[in-house]
């Protein structure tokens, strides 16, 4: 269990980024008021912890009712983290994130900021969401399954914390801080995605 339980934190953590989402986050709230900055911070983080829970929950009985096995589902969930991976390792991710900020906001989206696209899809995200899936359906029992959904509430809460210091955070890392833990995280998540693959090939194997 604490290897599994490991695994899914630091999965969860690379995917979701919560210091890489800090800049996004200042930009997205730049015209707000300090007020309303706390409240979409809050606001957001609840929607987005809702959102990987319900999936945490019913992830692996929709994949059933689609006919989808664990297996090949880990191996598309390897791939797509795998695919975030490459973009974290060179910059790709980055520059598609700055594209989304640097997109005017009609007043109907800021009023709704905290939903789209904080919560969803820059929280809670397709990696994220993929990730929340693969780790729920190893989970070697209920009660790992448990301490995995307190995993998502301290994940999505490190982001309530980022947001909260975002400008000191991002004055304290710097470009170059930011470069090299973005790095770092592309690298950790490619291995784990290598490994997700990898289980899903063996696990596919067995079955008759």
Request: with cysteine; aromatic share 6%.
């Amino acid at each position: 269990m604490p290897d599994y339980l490991l695994n899914a934190f630091v999965t969860l953590f690379v995917t979701v980024d919560p210091p890489g989402l800090a800049p996004i986050f200042m930009a997205l709230t730049a015209r707000l008021q300090p007020a309303d900055r706390r409240a979409v911070a809050i606001r957001s983080t609840i929607i987005a912890t809702i959102t990987l829970l319900v999936f945490a929950a019913v992830g692996g009985p929709v994949l059933a009712l689609l006919g989808i096995t664990v297996p090949a589902f880990r191996i598309a969930g390897g791939l797509l983290l795998f695919y975030i991976a490459f973009e974290m390792v060179f910059a790709k991710r980055s520059e598609r994130k700055s594209e989304q900020v640097a997109r005017p906001l009609s007043e109907d989206e800021i009023r709704h900021l905290a939903v789209f696209p904080i919560a969803i899809p820059l929280v809670a995200g397709p990696g994220a969401i993929s990730a929340t899936i693969l780790a729920a359906s190893q989970a070697p029992g209920p009660i790992a399954l448990a301490l995995f959904l307190g995993i998502i509430v301290v994940v999505v809460g490190s982001c309530l914390a980022v947001f909260m210091a975002a400008d000191q955070l991002n004055r304290l890392l710097g470009e170059t801080g930011r470069v090299v833990v973005e790095r770092l995280l592309g690298l950790v998540l490619a291995a784990l995605a290598v490994q997700f693959v990898a289980d899903g090939i063996k696990a596919i194997a067995r079955l008759p």
